[in-house]
């Protein structure tokens, strides 16, 4: 998650509280699948990490992307595809109906990708800054 993090937002230093996230959501129901280059699992090159979520507006549990991830020079070569196609299935199998996920508005890489796979704007996250008064 942090070198998510540190990639799209270089100017903040600390990324630290990234691991109460993953402390507060990662369990055995939460699958992590790695990738690992050819004949060697001595450094991860790609992941996704798959949770829940609950469609607001049906009810229903949903398949929800927590992170996806694949290290810089190993881009463009479908491994976010195939990761999400693991995703995907194992969603299927679970019985959700859909997947969902959030994405940085500048992580233009990333809605391309998603758009090609099917996903939609459904609804957007949205933060105002609050000065002390």
């Known amino acids: 998650m942090t070198l998510t993090y540190q990639e799209l937002f ?3 230093q600390d990324f630290s509280h990234l ?8 369990s055995a129901e939460t699958p992590l699948w790695w ?3 050819e004949n060697t699992t001595a450094q991860k090159v790609g992941c996704i990490w798959v949770g829940n979520g609950v469609d607001q507006i049906q009810g229903d549990r949903y398949a929800h992307i927590f992170l996806l991830y694949v290290k810089p020079d190993h881009r463009r070569q479908g491994l976010g595809q195939r990761l999400m196609q693991q995703a995907q299935t194992w969603a299927r199998k679970r019985g959700d109906r859909q997947m969902g ?3 940085f508005c500048q992580n233009q890489a990333a809605i ?5 796979l099917g996903f939609q704007t459904q609804s957007w996250l949205m933060l105002k800054p609050l000065k002390e008064l």
Do not use: G, I, S
């Open 112 to 116: 391309a990708l998603y758009q090609r």
């Open 101 to 103: 996920l959030h994405v």
């Open 19 to 26: 691991a109460r996230t993953v402390e507060q959501y990662f």
């Open 35 to 37: 990738v690992f280059p």
């Open 10 to 12: 270089p100017q903040v």
